[in-house]
């Protein structure tokens, strides 16, 4: 009798420490949901309180670190990674959905053009002069992260007109960029010469990606044949030439057919990495446990890789403490594993800890350290907003603007959306 009270009296006092434990977790996680959605908020406030435009229905993209308005121009990438920001945090607060489609309705009507091949994206419109950029060669950064914006409003809100314009754009972006031999996409494009040969990197492997075709085979589950083609072929020339295993560094630079430029000497290297891209490349691996057009084997391989250089790159001799408190610096000489660059760069930082947050906790104290870092240090809490840069000694730089050609809410949304669906 005593044994069975024993076990009932202990069985109760598991079930309730079990229950304890539960509630202290929901509690961590309601904290951290609580601070993540003050870093939205703030950040887009940042660009709603100086940067938007009421009788224009869209923002200016050039802002200082104080709120001052550059220029009148619209850059095509901030307007769009705006777009980003503001359809996801709808779920925060619906108003920002209205300005997202108004925002979205001035790129349309302003930013995008068409010719033989399809529509594209100029690089800005100046409201004042309407002055466009008038592009003749196009970068595949710009004419990705386009997208960007049209791709977050449909994965949130769908509708078919919406997602015409869309096939639109990427029918005419995969005209232009994509390697029908060596396959994978070229980096820049010239309206009269066609594709400009030696223009390849891993940029261009990456960004169609994960700007936008990733997003939209989430959402456009019956179109996913216009982007599926795309995204297995990036992958399996990612796989095979981005990761460089004796130096520990990602390719940056190949010829055309993907080959990658050699580095001559550690003074005379190729080209510098950013351990962001190593992050980021990483990131794009782990992401592909959830793609359901890849074997088994294929995932199987590709998180192998992701895991493989997210443990290289935290031993790099990149950070200023060991356990990620003090971030990370920006540039490195990948021969020499000189840091050429001693600023920290807020989008690095993002990349890095979506890479961590899907790596199944393994580095999970790491990712902590980061991410408390992150938000103490890039977020400025008195104007704002949030800085480009920090010095070594994690001074904010401020001479850099908060808004510019590519800079709005992006980077630090899109980690967001990531660590909450973790």
Not at 3 to 25: G, M, P, Q, R, W
Not at 181 to 199: A, Q
Not at 335 to 358: C, F, G, M, P, Y
Request: net charge positive.
């Amino acid at each position: 009798m005593k044994k069975i009270l024993f076990t009932i009296l202990a069985l109760t006092f598991l079930i309730e420490s079990c229950h304890d434990s539960k509630k202290v977790y929901q509690k961590l996680i309601e904290s951290k949901h609580k601070k993540h959605k003050k870093v939205v908020k703030d950040l887009i406030g940042f660009f709603d309180k100086y940067g938007y435009q009421k009788e224009l229905g869209t923002y200016f993209s050039e802002i200082d670190n104080t709120g001052n308005i550059v220029s009148n121009r619209v850059y095509n990438v901030a307007l769009s990674r705006l777009v980003y920001g503001l359809s996801y945090a709808s779920k925060i607060n619906p108003s920002y959905l209205e300005r997202a489609k108004k925002a979205l309705d001035f790129q349309m009507n302003t930013l995008v053009s068409e010719d033989s091949l399809g529509g594209y994206f100029n690089s800005f419109v100046d409201t004042e002069t309407n002055e466009t950029a008038g592009e003749t060669s196009m970068d595949i950064w710009q004419q990705s992260y386009g997208l960007c914006g049209m791709s977050e409003l449909y994965r949130n809100e769908p509708n078919e007109e919406l997602l015409s314009q869309i096939h639109r754009l990427h029918n005419g972006f995969t005209k232009r960029f994509h390697d029908n031999i060596y396959g994978g996409f070229y980096g820049s494009y010239n309206s009269e010469n066609g594709v400009n040969s030696g223009s390849k990197s891993l940029q261009s492997l990456m960004y169609p990606i994960t700007a936008y075709m990733e997003n939209l085979w989430l959402a456009d589950t019956e179109n996913r044949e216009k982007y599926t083609p795309f995204l297995k072929e990036n992958l399996e020339i990612i796989y095979k030439n981005a990761w460089n295993d004796n130096l520990g560094w990602v390719n940056i630079k190949f010829n055309d057919k993907w080959n990658v430029c050699k580095h001559e000497s550690a003074k005379n290297p190729c080209f510098k990495v950013a351990p962001g891209h190593n992050f980021q490349l990483a990131s794009l691996l782990l992401r592909t446990k959830n793609w359901i057009f890849l074997t088994n084997a294929e995932r199987e391989k590709y998180k192998k890789l992701g895991l493989e250089i997210l443990k290289v790159t935290l031993k790099k001799p990149i950070f200023p403490n060991p356990n990620l408190s003090q971030g990370f610096y920006s540039e490195i000489n990948p021969i020499s594993n000189e840091v050429t660059d001693k600023r920290k760069t807020w989008w690095q930082h993002s990349e890095a800890l979506i890479a961590l947050s899907l790596a199944n906790n393994q580095f999970k104290k790491e990712f902590i350290s980061l991410e408390s870092f992150y938000i103490n240090s890039f977020p400025d809490k008195i104007n704002g907003g949030e800085y480009f840069y920090l010095n070594e000694n994690n001074i904010p730089l401020t001479d850099e603007l908060k808004g510019s050609i590519g800079k709005s809410t992006y980077h630090t949304i899109e980690m967001i959306r990531f660590l909450n669906q973790k």
